[in-house]
């Protein structure tokens, strides 16, 4: 691995996230406001008020616009998988590309049909076949979320598998240890929990904005209380979930926590950042920091400065206040005292495994049983360092996340989460006390809330996939590896008009959704 | 029960599905056949309604059809889906781009303050009315011509040396866009009239959805017009691809050393060594014939099915033709031993069997498909119930 291009690495890897920042922009909405249409319409079916028909309709509108251009950036992302990670689709495609079928076959075609009768079929199916379709859509889009993110919580613990030396790749052995991971299923409850939070944000924020116009304010108040309990219930399972999330980080991916939390040297009894900052501006330093300490010249302490609680984070990670969490020093350059091995040592381990995989196939070609057999079980022994094997050679800072995007990211998101569950209580009390028209402050937050979602949601992407640089699979794959080798310049054209098109289409649809919220409820 | 069958059998199986799925694609890519006949069917607003509302009910299976075809590519041969992906990759960059333009372009085309203008999105559907049947019809057609690829899995254990741990490379740097202009056995003809041959048959299929589907004389004549020119076209590109592929060298395998080669005539062979496939492929061809016969001079309403069925029942019988017999359905011509064969692109016998199991779902998503297809599609359009329809594209 003398050779690396690292600008077509860093170019795919540029692509894979605009494109899934982008995605992402529109599936939460997709994912939650499709309950509270069908939530909407059974309140429609069982009492007959036409009110909640309107109701469920104004919001339908706004569903479609949303829906559309999540479709166009959603169709990309499968295929990338492909195009830019072709390596990758080898060498897991035998587990990964199954959920990836099962929700094209179990879940999309559920949700693209139904669509249609859902928009289309008002008059031309029974009332109950229309209501049974809102819902099947909703359950679609939620299935399809369950298989992309059992996909993605096998990347971050690969489980379910076993390595074959003779078609080079890993293969299923386990279905069901794939579905019920662990990670996955936590990340799926996370996930979708807290794409129902955005979705109560968004009902919220249009309906306050519609009455500090003071437009359709019946309409509006009944839409912000289904949303607030909505919303309300689904920000206590993130929570919830999130502090799952923390626990399997801390025991799949313990690099990834440390830069969560920007801790550089573990401890027992380690506190929690509550508010805080790296205290080196730029990533750089502190890698180089890191750096200057593994060639023994420099033993100066990066810390993150803020307000901590003590014991904040042995608690969060392992639930026991005297656990010991790694730093990324310790993780770097090993901590014998814990058990935990240097990465030294891990790339040693690793290149062991490679060398004795490729000595394996050549004894194998030779018709040498006896020695292929000796070095698979070589290979075998190493296999779990097998990743870190291709940095042999490389710089030992590309194993190091990047630790301010990812710290950030982390806590924006937690401070954000935490204020939500704080404003749906409000919001649900004020409409219950029925003076939300004359909390003006409340309602503008109820406006920003709109922004907060989606900064929350985003950040919490970029934690989970910049937290886990630079293995595309846990320790075992990293994103040089897993590359398709095209021109950079190919990429980077492409890259370019993602770029244009999907900006293009967001200003349309931010355009359209406005103007179509600007008219309200009655038109 | 799926345990039971031979890891052989179970790779056929799967094969048969991804050729379902092919068949169902194009059968369904009737979608973008109309909307390149848009301004040829439609001369006022209301009928330009009339003609988007017809295909924009339908555009979304025919999009998912595509995403499922390749995901189940994926998880049943991922060679495949790591070579072809990632190495002709401008061919489906521009496909998937396409699609992309086409996903927001139905629904925002007449909305107000929609940023770009409906003649742009009316544009964006043309654009991929064209590119998506070419494109794919070009790629089939490689099945069959072969791509400058060669494969390496040992690759991916090469640590100390100047290769790139690459398991598929692409020999060409213009990433699949050189199957338009190979010359080597004419490979580029043989391409471009697959690619035209899939563009205007999903037109013809689209102008027989329309007379199925439309209650409007002065569209349903303009159809009528434009049904025979199409057909003509089709039939002309058609039967040029496939006459020509009975002749040319295929690639075959050797079943006991695994070893590929030219064979004269291998896909002429293939049809007379397995009468099932030839009856198969031939009823395929009569009912795609049939349809338009009778669209052209009986104003047979089924007509659209026969045709569109018949389209399925052909293309399938392509994917069998590309792959059973010992074949290579995506021959490499660059080395000619680095060719993906059912056998040696498939994915494990386990993950096989787990998503035949997963496969027992698809004849209920075709039942409700078939439920929701019929709900929708009970009465005609005609411009006085589109206008009013409260919510429409």
Redesign the interface.
């Known amino acids: 691995m003398e050779h690396i291009d690292w600008s077509l690495v860093n170019w795919s890897r540029a692509q894979f996230a605009l494109t899934a920042l982008y995605h992402w922009i529109f599936v939460p909405l997709t994912l939650g406001l499709s309950f509270m249409l069908a939530i909407m319409e059974t309140i429609y079916y069982k009492t007959g008020d036409d009110k909640w028909l309107k109701i469920e309709k104004f919001w339908l509108k706004l569903f479609g616009i949303n829906f559309a251009i999540g479709v166009a950036t959603g169709i990309i992302l499968e295929f990338e998988f492909g195009t830019n990670w072709s390596n990758y689709s080898w060498f897991v495609g035998d587990i990964f590309g199954a959920p990836l079928a099962i929700e094209g076959i179990m879940a999309f075609f559920m949700e693209s049909v139904f669509i249609a009768i859902m928009f289309f079929g008002w008059n031309k199916v029974s009332k109950k076949a229309h209501l049974i379709s809102t819902w099947l859509v909703a359950i679609g889009s939620n299935l399809s979320a369950l298989w992309i993110l059992v996909a993605n919580g096998w990347m971050q613990n690969p489980i379910g598998m076993k390595f074959n030396p003779d078609t080079m790749r890993n293969e299923m052995v386990d279905f069901w240890q794939v579905l019920f991971n662990p990670v996955a299923v936590n990340k799926f409850i996370h996930t979708i929990t807290s794409a129902y939070t955005f979705s109560a944000l968004f009902v919220i924020a249009v309906s306050a904005w519609l009455i500090i116009k003071g437009k359709d304010k019946v309409y509006a108040k009944y839409s912000m209380l289904l949303a607030s309990v909505f919303g309300f219930l689904a920000i206590l399972a993130t929570i919830i979930t999130g502090d799952g999330s923390a626990k399997q980080v801390a025991r799949y991916q313990p690099m990834k926590l440390a830069a969560m939390e920007g801790l550089y040297k573990g401890t027992r009894g380690a506190p929690l950042i509550a508010i805080g900052k790296p205290s080196h501006k730029k990533d750089k330093d502190f890698i180089n920091a890191i750096g200057d300490d593994l060639a023994g010249r420099n033993q100066t302490d990066v810390e993150i400065e803020g307000l901590e609680i003590p014991y904040g984070l042995s608690i969060l990670a392992f639930n026991d206040p005297n656990a010991f969490v790694p730093g990324i020093k310790d993780l770097v350059e090993g901590n014998p005292k814990e058990g935990i091995p240097s990465y030294k040592e891990r790339i040693a381990s690793g290149k062991i495994a490679i060398e004795a995989l490729a000595a394996y196939k050549k004894a194998k070609k030779a018709g040498n049983e006896e020695e292929a057999a000796k070095k698979l079980k070589i290979m075998e022994e190493h296999f779990k360092d097998f990743g870190y094997g291709y940095f042999y050679g490389q710089d030992i800072n590309e194993l190091i996340p990047p630790v301010t995007i990812t710290f950030l990211s982390f806590h924006t998101m937690v401070i954000l989460g935490t204020w939500f569950l704080v404003f749906f209580w409000l919001v649900y009390r004020s409409i219950m006390k029925n003076n939300i028209e004359k909390k003006k402050w409340l309602l503008i937050l109820g406006v920003l809330g709109l922004p907060f979602g989606f900064m929350a949601q985003e950040l919490g992407w970029i934690t989970a996939e910049a937290g886990r640089m630079p293995w595309v699979i846990q320790d075992l794959m990293p994103t040089m590896v897993a590359v398709s080798h095209i021109e950079t310049t190919g990429v980077m054209i492409t890259f370019a008009l993602f770029f244009i098109v999907f900006t293009a289409l967001l200003i349309a649809e931010i355009k359209i959704m406005t103007t179509t919220i600007k008219n309200g409820f009655s038109n | 029960m799926f345990e039971k069958l031979s890891y052989e059998n179970l790779q056929h199986y799967w094969w048969f599905i991804i050729a379902f799925l092919g068949g169902a694609l194009v059968f369904l890519l009737f979608v973008q056949g109309g909307q390149t006949l848009l301004n040829k069917l439609a001369k006022t607003e209301d009928e330009k309604t009339v003609i988007i ?1 017809l295909f924009g ?2 555009w ?2 025919t ?2 059809t ?7 590519f ?3 041969f ?2 495949f ?7 002709a ?2 061919v ?2 521009i496909i ?2 396409a ?6 372009s ?3 085309r007449k ?6 203008g409906s003649k742009t999105y009316e544009t964006f559907l043309f654009i991929n009315g064209i590119i998506a049947p070419v494109f794919l019809g070009v790629a089939v057609s490689t099945f069959f011509t072969g791509s400058p690829f060669s494969i390496d ?2 690759r ?7 290769v ?7 020999e060409s ?1 213009w ?1 699949g866009l050189e199957a338009i202009w190979t010359t080597e056995n004419l490979a580029f003809l043989q391409n471009l009239a697959l690619g035209l041959a899939v563009f205007f048959l999903v037109r013809v299929i689209a102008l027989l959805y329309t007379k199925k589907m439309v209650d409007d004389q002065n569209i349903l004549e303009r159809a009528n017009k434009c049904l025979k020119r199409n057909s003509v076209l089709f039939l002309i590109f058609f039967l040029f691809w496939i006459i020509r592929l009975m002749f040319i060298d295929g690639f075959a395998v050797n079943p006991d050393t695994r070893e590929v080669f030219f064979q004269p005539h291998k896909y002429f062979n293939n049809l007379i060594e397995s009468p099932i496939l030839l009856i198969f492929l031939l009823i395929g061809i009569i009912l795609v014939l049939w349809g338009i016969f009778n669209g052209i001079f009986k104003n047979d309403e089924k007509a659209f099915w026969k045709t569109g069925i018949g389209t399925m029942i052909t293309v399938m019988g392509l994917f069998f033709l590309a792959a059973f017999n010992n074949t290579s359905y995506y021959p490499s011509t660059y080395d000619l031993q680095s060719s993906l064969t059912i056998a040696n692109s498939s ?2 016998r ?2 096989l069997v ?2 035949s199991y ?2 027992l ?2 004849p209920f ?1 075709v039942g ?2 078939i439920w ?1 297809w019929k ?2 599609d ?2 005609k359009l005609s411009k006085e119930e589109v206008k009013n ?4 594209y």
């Not at chain 2, 991916?156 to 100047?162: G, K, P, R």
């Open positions: 509302n009910h339908k979304e299976i999009f998912t595509l995403v499922t075809f390749g995901g189940a994926f998880a049943s991922p060679l889906y790591s070579t072809s992906f990632g190495g990759y401008w489906w960059m998937l781009f699609f992309i333009i086409q996903a927001v139905y629904e925002y909305k107000k303050n929609n940023f770009l899995k040992a991916i254990a090469n640590l100390n040396n100047n790139k741990a690459v398991i598929s490379q692409w740097p990433h994915s494990s386990f993950t787990v998503m997963v496969s779902m698809v998503v409700y498909i929701a709900s929708m009970s009465h329809e409260e919510i429409k």
